[in-house]
Nanobody, 124 residues
Framework: QVQLVESGGGLVQAGGSLRLSCAAS????????MGWFRQAPGKEREFVAA????????YYADSVKGRFTISRDNAKNTVYLQMNSLKPEDTAVYSC?????????????????WGQGTQVTVSS
């Protein structure tokens, strides 16, 4: 079992920045690929970014590429999502997730453990 707790969400104006954190406890953190997903009201959950166990070769959704950065600190059992140049369409509940799949999973079904999520609201 892995427990995930997100933090860092909030209200920000368009063009601003936020950094989300996801703290993991339980089994060995560096056994897992980590991902961030988001879900806006009335919409399906969508993939945002993911990184493999070592933090190499991050992968991003086209909608956030160049604006968001995913990183991890295995010594702190934490994965981060730095979000810059935020847009109103980035408003959503952001959740982190852990996967035992090899590589960098991009589909939510490939993730076994999920956090509760943190709200990000971007005002225009």
């Amino acid at each position: 079992q892995v427990q995930l707790v997100e933090s860092g969400g909030g209200l920000v104006q368009a063009g601003g920045s936020l950094r989300l954190s996801c703290a993991a406890s339980g089994r060995t953190f560096n056994n897992y690929a980590m991902g961030w997903f988001r879900q806006a009201p009335g919409k399906e959950r969508e993939f945002v970014a993911a990184v493999n166990w070592s933090g190499e070769s991050p992968y991003y959704a086209d909608s956030v590429k160049g604006r968001f950065t995913i990183s991890r600190d295995n010594a702190k059992n934490t994965v981060y999502l730095q979000m810059n140049s935020l847009k109103p369409e980035d408003t959503a509940v952001y959740s982190c997730a852990a996967s035992t799949r090899v590589g960098i999973p991009r589909i939510s079904l490939n993730y076994s453990y999920w956090g509760q999520g943190t709200q990000v609201t971007v005002s225009s």
